[in-house]
């Protein structure tokens, strides 16, 4: 079997590869990342924008593959009880004619970040380099923003990791679609 990842971050791509290996049906599978577009901006700021990015990587890399999966993270605005912007991630697997969605737990950033992203239109790579949170200007498809701020609780490989497991329960449960 065959399973793409609609991208070629290593993050993303071993979170996938480490995931399946825990599930019999897909104790054999290949995985692998393939560079495809995601449609959105390159940073996604919303739920509906985060979960278009991840079904179009998941559709873009279904190719000579059995399932497909999509990972987008993004920021999701939120006015209660104050105005906040939190981080998703969401995986979406494609199997050729359904899609199967979770996401991860949200989490906060840092107010200059937000700021810097929103007042200057970058993304997260390049707002958290230059506030000076991190010396890397490829952090995400390093250890990842949140090991940073979780101090090496949660490195991004693994709260990737959470999405995906969330997006399996109905592939493996077929009887809860």
């Known amino acids: 079997m065959i399973v793409n990842v609609g991208s070629k971050n290593p ?10 290996m825990g599930y019999e049906m897909f104790k054999y599978a290949k995985v692998q ?41 993004g920021l999701v605005f939120s006015e209660i009880p104050t105005p906040k912007y939190f981080n998703l991630c969401v995986c979406a697997i494609y199997d050729g004619d359904n899609f199967y969605e979770g996401l991860t737990p949200g989490f906060e950033y840092p107010e200059r970040v937000i700021k810097k992203l929103l007042e200057d ?16 200007e490829k952090i995400g498809s390093e250890k990842g923003i949140s090991s940073i701020l979780t101090r090496g609780r949660m490195d991004r490989k693994n709260y990737t990791k959470e999405a995906i497991k969330n997006a399996l329960i109905k592939v493996e449960n077929p009887e809860f679609r």
């Open 33 to 73: 990342g393939l560079d495809v577009d995601s449609g959105v901006y390159k940073q996604p700021m919303s739920l509906e924008e985060t979960r278009q990015g991840a079904f179009n990587r998941a559709v873009n890399s279904f190719r000579n593959s059995t399932y497909s999966f999509g990972i987008e993270s």
């Open 11 to 20: 993050n993303k791509v071993e979170a996938v590869r480490e995931i399946l």
């Open 121 to 136: 239109k970058l993304e997260i790579n390049e707002a958290v380099f230059q506030c000076g949170i991190t010396i890397s």
